[in-house]
């Protein structure tokens, strides 16, 4: 495959969002986590590219998109829908979307704005029933702004990888699976780096989903009619104990699970995510 073609659209306050495109096929719109762009699914293109064309998007602040003047977690929603809306009149037809963790939750929130969706697919991500599981310590985000500001990006990004590595051992992954994936997210530290003002921004949201517009809303949830696929591992509590009223909500909505991956299949098994997403949007078709 060539590498892919970037392309540009207008979110709704006028930020500039960019979007990578490559493969054949159906559209599919990527939407990566709270920490990198589009370079968080390098591992999971290859196995999509023969079938699906996929537009993995910079959210904004991240890679090659731009950003606003003030942040709010709804213009990344606007965002997302302004990606589906362009490459569904590019394509001519309705777009899958696939999102992980907090591009998850934004592609969730996406789906109420726009009407070219034609499936939701969240590995994840999704507003929490349980937000209390998503806190982070005041302290923490303090000392993130500090080193953000002080210039300290690849110590903070060293940081986060360490970080990610010990909670995944917390919840039981093998030292193989630490160690890959901590290379893993070493393969994603350029993306990192150019991400890392935007991280604690995000995980403040996340850690006030308590209050709107991130926390789950069953009429909300009510709202979006699309198939809907959610991917869960029961090896990660917070997002398996409390998926339940997010797919009692949702109107068409069907459960796969994976097996240990940690929250980490993209990049630890994305032969098995690809196979999972490819099976259920080729039943929507």
């Known amino acids: 495959m060539n590498a892919p073609a970037v392309h540009r659209t207008v979110s709704a306050d006028g930020t500039e969002i960019a979007y990578f495109t490559s493969g054949a096929g159906p559209p599919l719109v990527l939407v990566p986590g709270g920490a990198t762009d589009h370079r968080h699914w390098d591992r999971l293109r290859p196995h999509l590219e023969p079938q699906v064309t996929v537009h993995a998007m910079d959210p904004r602040g991240r890679g090659a998109s731009g ?24 394509s001519g037809s309705r777009v899958a979307v696939y999102g992980h963790s907090g591009g998850g939750a ?16 969240l590995y994840e991500g999704w507003p929490p029933p349980n937000p209390e599981y998503f806190d982070w310590s005041p302290e923490l985000l303090e000392r993130m702004d500090q080193a953000v500001a002080a210039g300290q990006r690849e110590a903070f ?21 630490s160690d890959e994936i ?23 949201v996340w850690s006030s989903a308590d209050s709107d517009p991130l926390a789950f809303d069953p009429e909300h949830a009510a709202e979006i009619g699309v198939p809907t696929l959610l991917q869960v591992d ?35 098994s994305p032969q098995t995510v690809a196979d999972d997403l490819l099976a259920f949007l080729g039943e929507q078709r």
């Open 182 to 204: 901590r290379a893993w997210y070493e393969e994603l530290k350029p993306a990192m780096l150019d991400s890392i003002d935007t991280v604690p921004r995000t995980l403040r």
């Open 106 to 121: 934004c592609a969730y929130g996406a789906a109420r704005l726009t009407s070219n969706l034609d499936a939701l697919v």
């Open 67 to 90: 950003d606003g003047p003030e942040y709010d977690i709804e213009r990344e929603y606007e965002d997302v829908a302004a990606v589906i809306d362009a490459v569904a009149e590019a």
């Open 157 to 177: 990004a060293d940081e986060f990888i360490a970080g990610m590595a010990d909670h995944v051992a917390s919840l039981g992954a093998s030292q193989q699976q």
């Open 234 to 268: 029961p090896a990660v509590p917070y997002w398996s104990s409390n998926v339940d009223p997010v797919v009692e909500a949702l109107p068409d909505a069907r459960l796969s699970w994976f097996d240990r991956q940690y929250h980490h299949a993209v990049g630890l």
